[in-house]
Protein backbone atom coordinates (compact mmCIF):
# COMPACT_ATOMS: atom_id res chain seq x y z
CA UNK A 1 0.00 0.00 0.00
CA UNK A 2 1.30 3.40 -1.10
CA UNK A 3 0.88 5.95 1.42
CA UNK A 4 1.19 9.99 1.18
CA UNK A 5 1.16 11.74 4.40
CA UNK A 6 0.20 15.15 4.24
CA UNK A 7 2.36 17.28 6.64
CA UNK A 8 5.26 15.73 8.15
CA UNK A 9 4.66 18.12 11.64
CA UNK A 10 4.18 16.68 15.31
CA UNK A 11 1.28 14.70 14.03
CA UNK A 12 2.06 13.51 10.66
CA UNK A 13 5.50 13.07 11.03
CA UNK A 14 5.12 11.14 14.19
CA UNK A 15 2.30 8.85 12.43
CA UNK A 16 4.18 8.78 9.12
CA UNK A 17 7.62 7.91 11.00
CA UNK A 18 5.96 4.86 13.05
CA UNK A 19 4.91 3.71 9.73
CA UNK A 20 8.28 4.32 7.79
CA UNK A 21 9.80 2.89 10.63
CA UNK A 22 8.13 -0.72 9.99
CA UNK A 23 9.16 -0.28 6.73
CA UNK A 24 5.44 0.89 5.10
CA UNK A 25 6.02 2.65 1.60
CA UNK A 26 5.60 6.01 3.11
CA UNK A 27 6.02 9.29 1.45
CA UNK A 28 5.55 13.19 3.15
CA UNK A 29 4.08 16.18 1.39
CA UNK A 30 5.86 18.95 2.47
CA UNK A 31 6.73 22.58 1.80
CA UNK A 32 9.96 22.86 0.57
CA UNK A 33 11.56 23.95 3.96
CA UNK A 34 10.68 21.02 5.29
CA UNK A 35 11.63 19.17 2.76
CA UNK A 36 15.10 20.13 2.79
CA UNK A 37 15.57 19.76 6.78
CA UNK A 38 14.08 16.20 6.30
CA UNK A 39 16.82 15.57 3.44
CA UNK A 40 19.44 16.89 5.71
CA UNK A 41 18.88 15.31 9.09
CA UNK A 42 16.33 12.89 8.43
CA UNK A 43 13.13 12.77 10.54
CA UNK A 44 13.30 12.34 14.29
CA UNK A 45 11.04 11.23 16.65
CA UNK A 46 11.99 12.10 20.74
CA UNK A 47 9.52 9.78 22.20
CA UNK A 48 8.68 8.04 25.75
CA UNK A 49 7.38 5.07 23.35
CA UNK A 50 10.95 5.05 21.94
CA UNK A 51 13.55 7.87 19.61
CA UNK A 52 14.26 7.07 16.22
CA UNK A 53 15.86 8.86 13.23
CA UNK A 54 15.73 7.57 9.87
CA UNK A 55 15.30 8.65 6.57
CA UNK A 56 12.24 9.69 4.64
CA UNK A 57 10.66 10.27 1.07
CA UNK A 58 9.19 13.19 0.27
CA UNK A 59 7.78 15.37 -2.22
CA UNK A 60 6.78 19.33 -2.46
CA UNK A 61 2.63 20.25 -4.12
CA UNK A 62 3.92 19.83 -7.81
CA UNK A 63 5.91 16.83 -7.95
CA UNK A 64 5.38 14.12 -10.33
CA UNK A 65 4.25 11.14 -7.90
CA UNK A 66 1.11 9.01 -7.40
CA UNK A 67 -1.76 8.13 -6.89
CA UNK A 68 -1.35 6.65 -3.29
CA UNK A 69 -3.17 4.12 -1.97
CA UNK A 70 -4.05 6.05 1.27
CA UNK A 71 -4.09 9.75 2.08
CA UNK A 72 -3.40 10.26 5.73
CA UNK A 73 -4.02 13.90 6.02
CA UNK A 74 -2.55 16.07 9.38
CA UNK A 75 -2.80 19.44 8.46
CA UNK A 76 -4.31 22.33 10.57
CA UNK A 77 -7.66 22.64 9.52
CA UNK A 78 -7.38 26.83 8.84
CA UNK A 79 -4.92 25.37 6.06
CA UNK A 80 -7.30 23.11 4.23
CA UNK A 81 -8.46 25.79 1.32
CA UNK A 82 -4.67 25.76 0.56
CA UNK A 83 -3.50 22.26 0.86
CA UNK A 84 -6.45 20.58 -0.97
CA UNK A 85 -5.89 21.50 -4.91
CA UNK A 86 -2.17 20.60 -4.02
CA UNK A 87 -3.46 16.80 -3.22
CA UNK A 88 -5.85 16.28 -5.93
CA UNK A 89 -2.81 15.26 -8.54
CA UNK A 90 -2.11 12.21 -6.05
CA UNK A 91 -5.78 11.14 -5.53
CA UNK A 92 -6.59 7.86 -8.26
CA UNK A 93 -9.81 6.31 -8.55
CA UNK A 94 -9.44 3.79 -5.92
CA UNK A 95 -7.35 6.38 -3.26
CA UNK A 96 -8.69 6.68 0.49
CA UNK A 97 -8.72 9.52 1.93
CA UNK A 98 -7.85 9.28 5.79
CA UNK A 99 -8.66 12.89 7.79
CA UNK A 100 -6.82 13.24 11.22
CA UNK A 101 -8.24 16.69 12.05
CA UNK A 102 -9.98 17.30 15.50
CA UNK A 103 -13.81 18.62 14.28
CA UNK A 104 -15.95 17.59 12.30
CA UNK A 105 -16.31 20.90 9.75
CA UNK A 106 -13.41 19.01 7.39
CA UNK A 107 -15.55 16.42 6.62
CA UNK A 108 -18.54 17.72 4.54
CA UNK A 109 -15.28 20.05 2.72
CA UNK A 110 -13.45 16.60 1.73
CA UNK A 111 -16.36 14.87 0.80
CA UNK A 112 -17.26 17.54 -1.57
CA UNK A 113 -13.73 18.27 -2.79
CA UNK A 114 -12.34 14.25 -3.36
CA UNK A 115 -16.28 12.37 -3.08
CA UNK A 116 -18.12 11.23 -0.41
CA UNK A 117 -16.80 7.32 -1.65
CA UNK A 118 -13.00 7.96 -0.78
CA UNK A 119 -13.06 9.76 2.61
CA UNK A 120 -13.21 7.67 6.22
CA UNK A 121 -13.62 8.97 9.44
CA UNK A 122 -10.63 9.42 11.26
CA UNK A 123 -9.17 10.91 14.73
CA UNK A 124 -5.70 10.41 16.29
CA UNK A 125 -4.51 10.69 20.35
CA UNK A 126 -1.57 12.59 20.94
CA UNK A 127 0.16 14.88 22.51
CA UNK A 128 3.13 16.09 20.83
CA UNK A 129 4.86 19.20 18.85
CA UNK A 130 7.43 20.12 16.52
CA UNK A 131 10.56 21.85 18.23
CA UNK A 132 12.43 25.12 16.73
CA UNK A 133 15.01 22.24 15.10
CA UNK A 134 12.01 20.60 13.50
CA UNK A 135 12.21 17.51 15.48
CA UNK A 136 8.90 15.95 16.53
CA UNK A 137 8.76 16.01 20.42
CA UNK A 138 5.85 13.33 21.65
CA UNK A 139 5.20 13.98 25.34
CA UNK A 140 3.00 11.33 26.49
CA UNK A 141 2.36 7.85 26.39
CA UNK A 142 -0.27 8.22 23.75
CA UNK A 143 -0.31 7.85 20.40
CA UNK A 144 -3.41 6.51 19.14
CA UNK A 145 -5.67 6.66 15.31
CA UNK A 146 -9.39 5.44 14.95
CA UNK A 147 -10.37 5.16 11.65
CA UNK A 148 -13.76 3.63 10.34
CA UNK A 149 -16.63 3.72 7.55
CA UNK A 150 -19.06 6.17 8.19
CA UNK A 151 -21.26 3.40 7.89
CA UNK A 152 -19.71 1.22 10.61
CA UNK A 153 -19.05 -2.19 8.01
CA UNK A 154 -15.07 -3.20 7.88
CA UNK A 155 -14.53 -2.89 4.44
CA UNK A 156 -11.66 -4.32 2.68
CA UNK A 157 -10.10 -0.52 3.00
CA UNK A 158 -10.35 -1.41 6.31
CA UNK A 159 -8.83 -4.64 6.80
CA UNK A 160 -5.94 -3.26 4.56
CA UNK A 161 -5.28 -0.23 6.79
CA UNK A 162 -5.27 -2.83 9.85
CA UNK A 163 -2.80 -4.68 8.13
CA UNK A 164 -0.95 -0.99 7.44
CA UNK A 165 -0.58 -0.39 10.99
CA UNK A 166 -0.06 -3.61 12.52
CA UNK A 167 3.43 -4.08 13.84
CA UNK A 168 3.77 0.04 13.69
CA UNK A 169 4.79 1.74 16.90
CA UNK A 170 1.59 3.12 17.37
CA UNK A 171 -2.20 2.19 18.90
CA UNK A 172 -4.53 1.50 15.93
CA UNK A 173 -8.12 0.90 16.46
CA UNK A 174 -10.90 0.19 13.64
CA UNK A 175 -13.91 1.77 14.74
CA UNK A 176 -17.55 0.43 14.13
CA UNK A 177 -18.84 4.11 14.99
CA UNK A 178 -16.38 6.11 13.95
CA UNK A 179 -19.07 9.52 13.76
CA UNK A 180 -19.12 8.50 17.61
CA UNK A 181 -16.15 8.46 18.34
CA UNK A 182 -15.23 11.66 16.40
CA UNK A 183 -17.65 13.62 18.30
CA UNK A 184 -16.94 12.43 21.59
CA UNK A 185 -13.13 13.29 20.49
CA UNK A 186 -14.49 17.09 19.54
CA UNK A 187 -16.34 17.68 22.38
CA UNK A 188 -13.10 16.81 24.49
CA UNK A 189 -10.75 18.58 22.44
CA UNK A 190 -13.19 21.75 22.40
CA UNK A 191 -13.39 21.91 25.89
CA UNK A 192 -10.02 21.41 26.55
CA UNK A 193 -8.68 24.14 24.14
CA UNK A 194 -11.38 26.64 25.07
CA UNK A 195 -10.79 26.44 28.78
CA UNK A 196 -7.01 25.93 28.49
CA UNK A 197 -6.39 28.97 26.05
CA UNK A 198 -9.13 31.13 27.94
CA UNK A 199 -7.39 30.52 31.42
CA UNK A 200 -3.85 30.66 29.39
CA UNK A 201 -2.81 27.62 31.77
CA UNK A 202 -2.47 24.06 32.35
CA UNK A 203 -5.22 21.79 33.30
CA UNK A 204 -4.28 21.39 36.81
CA UNK A 205 -4.21 25.02 37.90
CA UNK A 206 -7.40 25.12 36.40
CA UNK A 207 -8.88 21.97 38.09
CA UNK A 208 -7.36 23.50 41.38
CA UNK A 209 -8.68 27.29 41.05
CA UNK A 210 -12.17 28.24 42.90
CA UNK A 211 -14.17 28.51 40.24
CA UNK A 212 -12.35 26.43 37.74
CA UNK A 213 -13.87 22.76 38.36
CA UNK A 214 -17.35 24.77 38.28
CA UNK A 215 -16.81 26.21 34.64
CA UNK A 216 -15.45 23.82 33.22
CA UNK A 217 -18.33 21.38 33.88
CA UNK A 218 -20.86 23.88 32.72
CA UNK A 219 -18.59 24.59 29.15
CA UNK A 220 -18.68 20.90 29.18
CA UNK A 221 -22.51 20.47 29.69
CA UNK A 222 -23.15 23.29 26.91
CA UNK A 223 -21.04 21.26 24.81
CA UNK A 224 -22.11 17.77 25.59
CA UNK A 225 -25.83 19.66 24.62
CA UNK A 226 -24.78 20.23 20.86
CA UNK A 227 -23.32 16.68 20.37
CA UNK A 228 -26.36 14.66 21.37
CA UNK A 229 -28.70 17.52 19.25
CA UNK A 230 -26.19 16.83 16.50
CA UNK A 231 -25.64 12.45 16.74
CA UNK A 232 -28.16 10.80 18.07
CA UNK A 233 -26.46 8.08 18.58
CA UNK A 234 -24.41 9.93 21.35
CA UNK A 235 -23.85 7.70 24.56
CA UNK A 236 -25.51 9.02 27.02
CA UNK A 237 -23.10 9.60 29.57
CA UNK A 238 -20.58 11.37 27.35
CA UNK A 239 -20.42 14.20 29.86
CA UNK A 240 -19.55 11.97 32.78
CA UNK A 241 -16.55 10.00 30.49
CA UNK A 242 -15.63 13.44 29.32
CA UNK A 243 -14.69 14.96 33.10
CA UNK A 244 -13.55 11.17 34.04
CA UNK A 245 -11.23 11.78 31.56
CA UNK A 246 -10.02 16.01 32.15
CA UNK A 247 -9.97 14.44 35.95
CA UNK A 248 -7.06 11.93 34.97
CA UNK A 249 -4.98 14.70 32.73
CA UNK A 250 -1.29 14.84 34.22
CA UNK A 251 -1.20 18.58 35.94
CA UNK A 252 0.68 20.06 33.16
CA UNK A 253 -1.61 19.13 30.32
CA UNK A 254 -2.29 21.47 27.89
CA UNK A 255 -3.98 21.73 24.79
CA UNK A 256 -2.30 21.90 21.30
CA UNK A 257 -4.04 24.86 21.00
CA UNK A 258 -2.92 26.87 24.05
CA UNK A 259 0.75 25.56 22.80
CA UNK A 260 0.07 27.34 19.34
CA UNK A 261 -0.89 30.36 21.22
CA UNK A 262 1.98 30.14 23.15
CA UNK A 263 3.81 30.40 20.29
CA UNK A 264 1.79 33.39 18.71
CA UNK A 265 0.46 30.67 16.05
CA UNK A 266 -2.55 30.63 14.42
CA UNK A 267 -5.18 29.05 16.16
CA UNK A 268 -8.55 26.80 15.05
CA UNK A 269 -11.36 28.24 17.50
CA UNK A 270 -13.40 28.88 14.09
CA UNK A 271 -13.28 24.83 13.05
CA UNK A 272 -13.89 24.38 16.64
CA UNK A 273 -15.62 26.48 19.06
CA UNK A 274 -16.96 29.23 15.52
CA UNK A 275 -18.87 25.73 14.35
CA UNK A 276 -20.45 24.22 17.52
CA UNK A 277 -22.07 27.97 18.07
CA UNK A 278 -23.03 27.48 14.34
CA UNK A 279 -24.54 23.52 15.00
CA UNK A 280 -26.61 24.57 18.69
CA UNK A 281 -29.82 24.40 19.02
CA UNK A 282 -31.42 27.55 18.74
CA UNK A 283 -33.06 27.34 22.07
CA UNK A 284 -29.62 26.43 23.79
CA UNK A 285 -28.28 28.83 25.43
CA UNK A 286 -24.55 28.99 25.44
CA UNK A 287 -22.59 31.76 27.35
CA UNK A 288 -19.43 29.92 28.33
CA UNK A 289 -18.59 28.87 24.41
CA UNK A 290 -19.52 31.97 23.31
CA UNK A 291 -16.93 33.71 25.64
CA UNK A 292 -14.71 31.13 24.76
CA UNK A 293 -15.32 32.14 20.75
CA UNK A 294 -15.65 35.74 21.07
CA UNK A 295 -12.58 35.65 23.19
CA UNK A 296 -10.19 33.69 21.14
CA UNK A 297 -11.73 35.09 17.72
CA UNK A 298 -9.81 38.63 19.04
CA UNK A 299 -6.31 36.59 19.15
CA UNK A 300 -7.03 34.92 15.62
CA UNK A 301 -7.37 38.46 14.30
CA UNK A 302 -4.78 39.80 15.58
CA UNK A 303 -2.84 36.93 13.78
CA UNK A 304 -3.93 38.11 10.48
CA UNK A 305 -3.77 42.04 10.86
Known amino acids: MRVLVV ?28 QKQLQSNGLIIHSVKG ?67 RILGGLCFIESTLNPKGEIEHYSTHHRVIYGEFNGLKSERIEQIENLFSDANLDAVASENIKNDIWK ?40 SIGKYQEKTMDEDVWEQTMDRVNSLSHGMKSSMLRDMEKGLPIETEHFHGTLLRLAPKDLDTPLLQTIYSTLSIYQAAQKS
Request: net charge negative; glycine share 12%.
Open 7 to 34: GAGAVGGYFGGRLAQKGADVTFLVRERR
Open 51 to 117: DTQLPVKTIVAGDTSGPYDLVILTTKAYHLNEVLPTITPYIGENSTVLPLLNGIAHFDMLKEYYGEE
Open 185 to 224: KYIFISAMAGMTCLMRSSIGPILQSPSGPELYERLLHEIC
